[in-house]
């Protein structure tokens, strides 16, 4: 017995001795290669391209820039793209895909997202671009001040849409031959807070160059360090030109982000958009783009002016001009206030006079961050597609309800060639087999009425209306918050129903709306017969005149 102890315990020493050895022996090689991050959307392994410089130091931060890649293109490919490596002569993408070819190193760190193929960068895409850049930046040392955001096409209206909706991640941008998507523009301003290069061909049939033009014009019109190059007699494949000679690495190593900017630019539409550096906004007017323009000078002095916003908060630890426990001097919109904080205070408006403290606090359930709509925010993040098995149904009753729910839920419906499949994979569950896990995780896609899906009947007290049960040829679509997430209800016909649009041909058939709809939405025989839509109030309510809209078909909850 003594001599196996003795034989454990060596050999147990041994193992110890070898284990950091062997664990330097899993390192990444250098150059390009794919890895993968687990995204919480649907419980898949993502991949992303990735490069790492030759002779990486493991001590040392790297810059890193983020590559966002076009429609019907992939994360390998979009490697390929930002170090100027184009497809061979008569090479196809399928056969570009399948190589890294050699190309001269930069000292930068390069991600390169699939984001789910081809459906834009909102919703789960736009999650994708951040769980990317966490996870290299749990992986390697990046350096905070010197992460870099570009894209082409699809991409390129990603980085305009990214960059500019959290404009304090990003040192700079570098939009190539951008379509951003709707109200991106509202949002123009933020480009104050770092430098940005746009790119574009001036004979480019798929994008055309005017609204690059635009872009341009009005941010040299408000003063933003905005750079342009436009190639003459170039199409669609402007990002050859731009990226060539891996220009882009060149022009990126020049901007530095400040974490702590004497002057704040910032703007938002929702909540989920609402801070910027030392600026938070915690009360937005609804409906519009809330506006702020806050500067700190020496002496702890600020002035800040304000559009569409009712409460901010300021947080000022680290900044170098900010004194902790001295007086703040505030000018908020031409009214003096005065405060004393070590590093955080918050204001908000009495009418139209500013006060120095946070919104007073309320049981009353109110738009916010993660409860403000509109329906495509149920589905930008986890979420689950759940049918009734309620009121007795036939088999097949039973089986259309299910049906119903995965035509919702495939949205990796094959488009073709070009667009190919998108990469999300949510599940489809009955109302009966939906697990406390789900209620605490999920947003919940909910089909059917109160009186055939037990979990609409479960929420039905909360629920703000009700389609009628005579309503058969109607649809009725909306997202309301239920505790911690979504609840979207869909009752009668199918958001889908009959909807032979192309609003957003990269979309999926049964999600090309998703995106422009609003809180709510009530629709006769086909999805584009609308009957009524809207947002609900600031406090989740129908308005009187949305109500006479709806009465004929809806049911109202006091």
């Given at each position: ?13 041994f ?32 991949p ?7 002779n990486?130091?493991e ?16 994360h ?20 570009a ?20 193929g ?12 951040y ?10 040392q990046i350096?905070e ?5 570009t ?15 959290r ?13 951003p998507?709707?109200?991106t ?17 001036d004979?480019d049939?798929v ?20 750079s ?22 060149e ?10 900017p ?7 539409k929702q ?11 915690d009360?937005?007017?609804q ?6 323009e806050?500067?700190i ?14 409460a ?7 900044h170098?001009k900010?004194?902790a426990?001295?007086?703040?001097t505030l000018?908020?919109?031409g009214a ?13 408006k ?7 403290g946070k919104?007073s606090?309320t ?6 961050k993660?409860a ?7 589905f ?25 729910a995965s035509?919702a839920a495939?949205w ?24 406390p ?7 919940l ?7 055939d899906?037990?979990l609409?009947?479960?929420y ?14 109607y649809?009725?679509?909306y ?5 911690t997430?979504y ?6 016909l199918?958001?889908?129903s ?18 422009g709809y609003?809180?709510?939405i ?9 009957v ?10 129908v ?16």
């Amino acid at each position: 017995m003594k001599h196996f102890v003795q034989g454990f315990l060596f050999t147990l020493l041994f193992a110890l001795v070898l284990l950091p050895q062997h664990s330097q022996a899993q390192k990444l090689k250098s150059g390009p290669q794919v890895l993968t991050f687990f995204s919480d959307a649907d419980d898949t392994d993502q991949p992303y391209g990735l490069y790492l410089p030759k002779n990486y130091d493991e001590n040392k931060k790297y810059p890193l820039v983020i590559m966002l890649h076009g429609a019907g293109s992939n994360h390998r490919l979009d490697l390929r793209r930002v170090f100027g490596k184009s497809n061979q002569n008569e090479e196809t993408d399928v056969e570009a895909t399948r190589y890294f070819p050699a190309w001269d190193d930069v000292d930068f760190i390069v991600a390169a997202p699939l984001a789910r193929g081809t459906i834009g960068y909102q919703g789960i895409p736009e999650q994708d671009v951040y769980d990317v850049l966490d996870d290299v930046q749990k992986r390697f040392q990046i350096d905070e001040n010197r992460i870099y955001l570009t894209g082409l096409s699809m991409g390129g209206g990603g980085t305009l849409w990214i960059g500019l909706t959290r404009p304090d991640i990003w040192a700079a941008i570098a939009p190539v031959c951008p379509a951003p998507p709707e109200g991106t523009f509202d949002l123009a301003s933020n480009a104050l807070n770092f430098p940005i290069h746009f790119f574009h061909g001036d004979a480019d049939p798929v994008v055309p160059v005017a609204g690059t033009r635009k872009w341009v014009e009005h941010l040299q019109q408000i003063g933003a360090e905005v750079s342009y190059k436009e190639f003459v007699d170039v199409k669609h494949d402007s990002w050859v030109s731009a990226y060539d000679n891996e220009f882009i690495f060149e022009w990126f190593s020049h901007a530095v982000r400040d974490p702590h900017p004497d002057r704040v630019f910032f703007s938002a539409k929702q909540y989920k958009y609402n801070k910027a550096y030392w600026v938070t906004f915690d009360k937005i007017v609804q409906g519009a783009v809330a506006k702020i323009e806050a500067r700190i000078t020496s002496g702890n002095i600020i002035t800040i002016t304000s559009e569409n916003l009712n409460a901010f908060t300021l947080n000022l630890k680290g900044h170098p001009k900010f004194k902790a426990g001295s007086t703040l001097t505030l000018k908020v919109d031409g009214a003096t206030l005065t405060a004393k904080t070590d590093s955080t205070v918050s204001f908000n408006k009495a009418g139209s006079a500013w006060r120095v403290g946070k919104v007073s606090a309320t049981e009353e359930l109110v738009k916010k961050k993660g409860a403000e709509g509109p329906i495509f925010d149920a589905f930008s993040s986890r979420h689950i597609y759940v049918y009734g098995t309620a009121g007795n149904p036939s088999p097949e009753e039973l089986k259309k309800r299910m049906t119903t729910a995965s035509q919702a839920a495939d949205w990796a419906y094959y488009r073709g060639t070009f667009p190919g499949r998108v990469m999300f994979f949510p599940r489809v569950v009955a109302d009966k087999d939906v697990r406390p896990s789900d209620l605490e995780s999920c947003n919940l896609i909910l089909f059917g009425t109160k009186e055939d899906n037990l979990l609409i009947n479960k929420y039905a007290a909360q629920l703000p209306m009700h389609l009628n049960a005579g309503a058969g040829d109607y649809g009725l679509f909306y997202v309301f918050p239920v505790g911690t997430h979504y609840v979207a209800i869909n009752s009668g016909l199918p958001w889908w129903s009959g909807d032979q649009s192309h609003d957003y041909p990269f979309m999926p058939v049964n999600h090309r709306k998703l995106a422009g709809y609003k809180d709510y939405i009530l629709f006769k025989d086909n999805a584009s017969n609308v009957v009524a839509d809207g947002y609900f109030t600031e406090q989740w309510k129908v308005t009187p005149e949305a109500q006479q809209k709806l009465s004929g078909a809806v049911n109202f909850n006091k």
